[in-house]
């Protein structure tokens, strides 16, 4: 069965820091691999997916990843770091067809 | 990607209601599929819901607590029945769309008094 592992439940970052939150996953095969942000109140947004090619992948707000088969991962990473990137991100790995199972999740604190 | 309407964005219930809420998508897709998120965890699949054929559950939800309609390519209900404060979530359907896009809705944040 899949599974996600995102071991940091909390991260605070100064404003203008380098931010990067792990995400570990357990899959049979090449996995499909999404990170998603949820600000408060709010449903999920994808902010980027790898399916396969280039093992790093860009997305939108200025989020990358990189896929590392041999470490199990798909790191988060964003250069520097904006107040309104104060969320909660989630990790997921798909079997395909849309059916995800997630991390539990990371609150990112942002400080001015 | 697609556009996903869902309804109503919120809703306070009494125990022992239902409450059924809505999945609108601005293009047709194969399969829908509803999350739900309890209060400070992660999401969680209920169920796949395919146009023409009953619902795919997951382990732990069943049809008669969480009954699914897809009536057509564009839109698809969920309904909490019988609800109790343990159903207190935020519920939020999804979609696959071209191009392996994953498309998720805003959301239904559930509280049941």
């Known amino acids: 069965a899949q599974s996600v592992t995102q071991p940091d439940i909390h991260i605070t970052v100064s404003e203008g820091a380098s931010l990067e939150l792990r995400c570990n996953y357990s899959?049979?095969?090449?996995?499909?691999l999404f990170w998603y942000v949820q600000s408060p109140g709010q449903g999920l947004q994808l902010l980027l997916k790898?399916?396969?090619?280039?093992?790093l992948v860009q997305g939108i707000k200025g989020f990358e990843a990189e896929f590392k088969r041999s470490q199990s991962s798909f790191n988060l990473r964003k250069p520097s770091v904006h107040w309104s990137d104060a969320a909660e991100y989630f990790c997921?790995?798909?079997?395909?067809?849309?059916?995800?199972?997630f991390g539990d999740g990371t609150t990112l604190t942002v400080k001015p | 990607s697609a556009v996903i309407s869902q309804k109503p964005s919120r809703d306070i219930c009494q125990r022992g209601t239902s409450l059924t809420i809505q999945c609108q998508v601005d293009s047709q897709v194969t399969m829908m599929f509803w999350y739900r998120q309890q209060p400070g965890q992660s999401l969680t699949l209920i169920a796949t819901a395919n146009q023409g054929s009953e619902a795919t559950y997951e382990s732990g939800f069943v049809i008669d607590k969480f009954p699914i309609s897809r009536p057509n390519l564009t839109f698809s209900t969920l309904t909490v029945s019988n609800m109790s404060p343990e159903d207190s979530s935020i519920y939020l359907c999804?979609?696959?769309?071209?191009?392996?896009?994953?498309?998720f809705g805003s959301g239904t944040r559930l509280t049941v008094v």
């Open positions: 997921a790995v798909g079997a395909g067809a849309g059916k995800s199972t």
């Open positions: 790898y399916f396969s090619g280039d093992t």
């Open positions: 899959y049979g095969a090449t996995p499909y």
């Open positions: 999804s979609v696959e769309s071209q191009s392996y896009g994953y498309t």
